[in-house]
């Protein structure tokens, strides 16, 4: 320290000196230009000066001109230690400058912690498997979605995660059109509901599966036309196929589960308070039912309570208070019986989805929105990342789960009307009618609808008495439908257009058969 501060006073008194000197010299020379020009001192002060300015200028321009031929000979190795310097420090180990793919030197630009990146092979886009170095998660790449798609020069629907399951570091990364390898529709026989059951797809086309959903309760929500419906159509032909029961309230009046009707223990279609209400109280009717059955060993089939549009039965404040109180109460009450309910809305708000359909309906499965608040209104607490808005547009039928599997994105299976008519019909079929049963469908014979007149006259026919007074004869028809049915359906009007009567349909008949 002593010898640095002895080198700074002699450098010190060597510049005072210097420029005593220069002072003394430059005194001398204007003297001599003076008596050499015969010029008054102002002017050879003037004359100096201006040959000083002159002769620095030009010192400064060369000295620029070196310095920048130097620069552009040194670019390369400066080049080097910048990219040395600003490289991540995971990129740093075992002496690798970046990492090898382009992918991978992509995101350590980005400043994502990555520790490897490896190209993975995808049937219509281009694949990566992305490795978050500890102690980061998933979400520190995810989140980039729209920086990488800036870099890429795509549109972010091009940009795809899935995350691999059972693992916060290790995420799938698709850059291109999202869902367009679509794999066949899972093989169904012998679906065991007490299992895993096959809900969708993901960005490769792998079949994502959730485990068994009986005695859980779903909250399926998204705006209109994602694919809300179809998802839950796809629920109930699961139990359908796999020998179920089903109960549904569609809230909307375009009737798109009528198809599942005859093969429903309870359907309602009234958009009322009251059918709403009704289904509810059924539901908790079969619970204790059930409970009492259990108690004696029994164990009944897996039924599916769907809801369909729950803002038609939450309109009016003081009845929608009523049908929250029942679901929650019919939510408590049926998980141990072997229940599921779902409900369903295109209406993800807070007065929609209050904090008791949240707390009762414990599985969120939420489809396209157009706001990260309406996720989290359906999702609540999810990793950072994970938002329905982002949920691709051009693939319907996009939705995230939130189940005790974790937070997955899928894609859901596509059912059409014919394969549910088809299980529907094989439900019908496969039922075997009692004594009673099979002689009213011989009454019925190809006939869809007999009146009470005609059926009681076919009846007499299979050696049935049925008295021939009307009163009495409506009773003893009654008797024995309910005899074979367990219960008789509703009257209606039937026949010709140009001859309405009172009778009895045969599909209703064989919709009671397949629910006893």
């Not at 794999?183 to 994502?208: C, F, K």
């Not at 008495?465 to 003893?476: C, D, N």
């Amino acid at each position: 320290m002593g010898r640095k501060k002895q080198q700074a006073s002699d450098d010190m008194y060597g510049q005072m000196a210097g420029a005593i000197g220069g002072l003394a010299v430059a005194a001398g020379v204007l003297a001599a230009i003076k008596d050499k020009l015969s010029l008054s001192w102002p002017a050879t002060v003037l004359l100096t000066a201006g040959a000083l300015v002159a002769l620095g200028y030009g010192a400064w321009r060369l000295k620029v001109f070196v310095q920048q031929r130097w620069a552009r000979d040194a670019a390369p190795g400066k080049a080097q230690a910048a990219m040395r310097q600003e490289a991540p420090e995971g990129a740093q180990k075992e002496g690798a400058l970046v990492l090898p793919t382009a992918m991978g030197r992509l995101l350590q630009r980005l400043e994502a912690p990555v520790e490897s990146v490896e190209s993975i092979p995808h049937p219509t886009g281009e694949g990566h498997m992305v490795r978050v170095a500890a102690p980061h998660t998933t979400a520190a790449v995810t989140r980039l979605r729209e920086a990488i798609a800036s870099e890429l020069d795509v549109i972010q629907e091009e940009v795809n995660f899935a995350q691999v399951e059972g693992s916060i570091r290790n995420v799938r990364m698709l850059i291109g059109a999202p869902y367009t390898h679509i794999p066949a529709l899972p093989d169904l026989a012998g679906l065991d509901l007490d299992g895993d059951i096959p809900l969708g797809y993901d960005l490769w086309g792998n079949r994502g599966t959730m485990p068994s959903p009986i005695g859980k309760h779903f909250l399926v929500a998204g705006e209109t036309e994602g694919g809300k419906t179809s998802f839950l159509k796809y629920l109930a032909y699961l139990f359908l196929v796999a020998g179920g029961r089903l109960v549904i309230v569609d809230g909307k009046p375009d009737g798109d589960y009528v198809d599942f009707k005859d093969a429903c223990d309870y359907y309602d279609n009234s958009l009322t308070h009251e059918g709403v209400m009704g289904a509810l109280d059924y539901v908790r009717d079969v619970a204790q039912r059930r409970g009492r059955s259990k108690r004696d060993g029994g164990r009944p089939e897996p039924m599916l309570v769907i809801i369909d549009e729950i803002l038609t039965f939450k309109e009016d404040p003081a009845e929608g208070r009523k049908f929250e109180n029942a679901l929650k109460l019919t939510a408590s009450q049926v998980r141990s019986a072997r229940i599921l309910v779902a409900c369903a809305t295109q209406h993800p708000r807070d007065d929609v989805i209050s904090t008791v359909i949240k707390n009762n309906l414990t599985v969120s499965v939420a489809f396209k929105v157009m706001s990260q608040a309406a996720s989290r209104m359906i999702l609540g607490t999810v990793p950072e990342g994970v938002n329905a808005e982002l949920l691709p547009a051009s693939a319907r039928g996009t939705f995230i789960i939130k189940d005790p599997r974790g937070v997955r994105e899928l894609r859901g299976f596509f059912i059409g009307d014919d394969l549910i008519q088809q299980a529907v019909k094989t439900r019908l079929d496969a039922v075997e009618p009692n004594e009673h049963a099979k002689a009213v469908l011989a009454a019925y014979g190809n006939a869809e609808f007999l009146t009470t007149e005609e059926l009681a006259q076919a009846l007499r026919g299979c050696g049935y008495e049925i008295p021939e007074a009307a009163q009495s004869m409506g009773v003893a028809v009654r008797d024995v439908i309910v005899k074979g049915f367990g219960a008789a359906p509703d009257v209606v009007q039937g026949g010709p257009a140009s001859a309405r009567r009172k009778g009895r349909r045969k599909a209703d008949l064989l919709a009671l058969l397949a629910r006893t």
